[in-house]
């Protein structure tokens, strides 16, 4: 597979897409640059070898072309200070033979946000509430076909194709996928933000070193299913914490007073007790949670176990007892994977299960573990406890994360391994 390390960009044209769509405030000024920060190494490579950037990136969710709110223009002055050089900046991303032409080696385009147009991601716009079955599928066919010239059009500014957007890498969208067509194995790699992430997903999908531990929390298990199951075939250790604590406990006769619960998902509950069993996984639940009289950062607290949590209470945080068994696990595991936090960590009075987490991953880090946290929340969680830099990896790709845990083979990745 062609690298960025090995390829000679001096004299070449690259199309790079990343990921720009930082958040915005009111005024359109940027309130966290991280995304942009973290594809500077993939582009400041290609200007230093003398090559030449056409930067790709989708913002928001624009819904017709032009879409002022999500313009890239926004953003293009602290891409251009960030990367140490002058951007220029093509206001319609399929309108820009001339500018990139102009190009010389060392100088970068950016394109405006490419999801202006619909056939980035392939999905029909403007049909009518009330369209039928078979207006639906003729915009979809319609929309589809545009979608080849669209992409053609990508490519054909460009002698390779870099991809360093691992957020999107779940999406077989035309910039994030279908442009690897156009160019042979050579000529397509990753940015090394997009590599770090591959790597670090096959260190614990596939390389797997043993003890492996998956932390999984949040609120409902119901949306963790899908992991959970492809978990249940690869780990060790299942901890499944958060809220989805009280769907078990029910399931299993406990009394759960008003905690979170899926009645609908008992057997479900059930169902993955029993499969841990049958594949030797050592699923662990918790035992003692902290209890509040309301769902707020202020409200009484006590401590229960997690089958006797009184009538009016809920359980929002894991107990002192639950914290030391997940953390005798944690610390005893060779490979990790966290998603999703223990309690309600966004009420301090709440946070102490998911930090005692973080402190053993941090823990289990240092004594030579590979710890990858990632997927939304967790993350928040990493970040709020000052602990990022003291796991192996925290991931930048939510969506993309899950999916990839989940077993699910990402477009973005197969389009560039084949
Ligand atoms: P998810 O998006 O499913 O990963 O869930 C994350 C959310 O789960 C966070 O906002 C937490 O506050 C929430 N959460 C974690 N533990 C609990 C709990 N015991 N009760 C209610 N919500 C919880």
């Given at each position: 597979m062609q690298t960025l390390d090995k390829f000679n960009f001096a004299g070449k044209k690259a199309f790079v897409r990343v990921d720009f769509n930082v958040p915005l405030d009111e005024n359109q000024k940027i309130t966290d640059d991280t995304r942009i920060r973290a594809a500077m190494p993939t582009l400041?490579?290609?200007?230093?070898?003398?090559?030449?950037?056409?930067?790709?990136?989708?913002?928001?969710?624009?819904?017709?072309?032009?879409?002022?709110?999500?313009?890239?223009?926004?953003?293009?002055?602290?891409?251009?200070?960030?990367?140490?050089?002058?951007?220029?900046?093509a206001p319609d991303c399929q309108q820009a033979d001339a500018q990139v032409a102009a190009l010389k080696p060392g100088q970068a385009l950016l394109l405006e946000n490419l999801r202006f147009y619909a056939e980035e991601e392939g999905k029909p716009r403007g049909l009518a509430d009330d369209a039928s079955d078979e207006e639906k599928a003729a915009a979809k066919k319609a929309v589809k076909e545009s979608q080849k010239a669209f992409t053609k059009k990508l490519a054909s500014y460009a002698d390779c194709y870099v991809n360093d957007a691992f957020g999107t890498a779940h999406r077989a969208h035309a910039s994030t996928a279908l442009i690897a067509d156009y160019f042979d194995a050579d000529h397509k790699m990753f940015g090394y933000l997009m590599n770090k992430e591959v790597v670090a997903v096959e260190k614990v999908m596939e390389n797997t070193v043993r003890p492996f531990?998956?932390?999984?929390?949040?609120?409902?298990?119901?949306?963790?299913?899908?992991?959970?199951?492809?978990?249940?075939?690869k780990v060790d250790n299942l901890i499944l914490t958060g809220g989805m604590t009280y769907t078990f406990s029910k399931a299993m006769g406990g009394k759960i007073g008003t905690s979170i619960c899926e009645d609908d998902k008992l057997d479900l509950a059930l169902d993955i007790m029993k499969k841990a069993k049958e594949n030797g996984v050592n699923l662990v639940l918790a035992v003692d949670s902290k209890i509040g009289d309301s769902f707020s950062n202020d409200a009484k607290t006590a401590y229960a176990g997690v089958n006797d949590i009184p009538d009016g209470w809920e359980g929002m945080d894991i107990g002192p007892k639950t914290m030391e068994i997940f953390a005798n696990v944690i610390k005893n595991s060779k490979t990790i994977l966290w998603n999703g936090p223990a309690g309600v960590f966004e009420f301090d009075n709440f946070a102490a299960g998911s930090k005692a987490v973080a402190e053993a991953i941090v823990d289990a880090t240092a004594k030579g573990a590979f710890s990858l946290v990632g997927g939304g929340d967790s993350v928040a969680c990493v970040n709020k406890f000052g602990l990022a830099d003291k796991v192996s990896y925290v991931s930048t790709g939510g969506g993309a994360l899950l999916e990839a845990i989940e077993g699910k083979v990402l477009p973005g990745i197969k389009a560039i391994q084949g």
């Amino acid at each position: 597979m062609q690298t960025l390390d090995k390829f000679n960009f001096a004299g070449k044209k690259a199309f790079v897409r990343v990921d720009f769509n930082v958040p915005l405030d009111e005024n359109q000024k940027i309130t966290d640059d991280t995304r942009i920060r973290a594809a500077m190494p993939t582009l400041k490579k290609i200007i230093n070898d003398g090559g030449m950037l056409i930067i790709g990136s989708h913002m928001g969710r624009p819904k017709k072309n032009p879409d002022p709110k999500y313009s890239l223009k926004s953003i293009l002055d602290h891409v251009s200070e960030c990367l140490g050089v002058p951007v220029a900046f093509a206001p319609d991303c399929q309108q820009a033979d001339a500018q990139v032409a102009a190009l010389k080696p060392g100088q970068a385009l950016l394109l405006e946000n490419l999801r202006f147009y619909a056939e980035e991601e392939g999905k029909p716009r403007g049909l009518a509430d009330d369209a039928s079955d078979e207006e639906k599928a003729a915009a979809k066919k319609a929309v589809k076909e545009s979608q080849k010239a669209f992409t053609k059009k990508l490519a054909s500014y460009a002698d390779c194709y870099v991809n360093d957007a691992f957020g999107t890498a779940h999406r077989a969208h035309a910039s994030t996928a279908l442009i690897a067509d156009y160019f042979d194995a050579d000529h397509k790699m990753f940015g090394y933000l997009m590599n770090k992430e591959v790597v670090a997903v096959e260190k614990v999908m596939e390389n797997t070193v043993r003890p492996f531990t998956a932390i999984m929390g949040g609120s409902k298990v119901s949306t963790k299913i899908d992991i959970i199951e492809n978990l249940l075939g690869k780990v060790d250790n299942l901890i499944l914490t958060g809220g989805m604590t009280y769907t078990f406990s029910k399931a299993m006769g406990g009394k759960i007073g008003t905690s979170i619960c899926e009645d609908d998902k008992l057997d479900l509950a059930l169902d993955i007790m029993k499969k841990a069993k049958e594949n030797g996984v050592n699923l662990v639940l918790a035992v003692d949670s902290k209890i509040g009289d309301s769902f707020s950062n202020d409200a009484k607290t006590a401590y229960a176990g997690v089958n006797d949590i009184p009538d009016g209470w809920e359980g929002m945080d894991i107990g002192p007892k639950t914290m030391e068994i997940f953390a005798n696990v944690i610390k005893n595991s060779k490979t990790i994977l966290w998603n999703g936090p223990a309690g309600v960590f966004e009420f301090d009075n709440f946070a102490a299960g998911s930090k005692a987490v973080a402190e053993a991953i941090v823990d289990a880090t240092a004594k030579g573990a590979f710890s990858l946290v990632g997927g939304g929340d967790s993350v928040a969680c990493v970040n709020k406890f000052g602990l990022a830099d003291k796991v192996s990896y925290v991931s930048t790709g939510g969506g993309a994360l899950l999916e990839a845990i989940e077993g699910k083979v990402l477009p973005g990745i197969k389009a560039i391994q084949g």
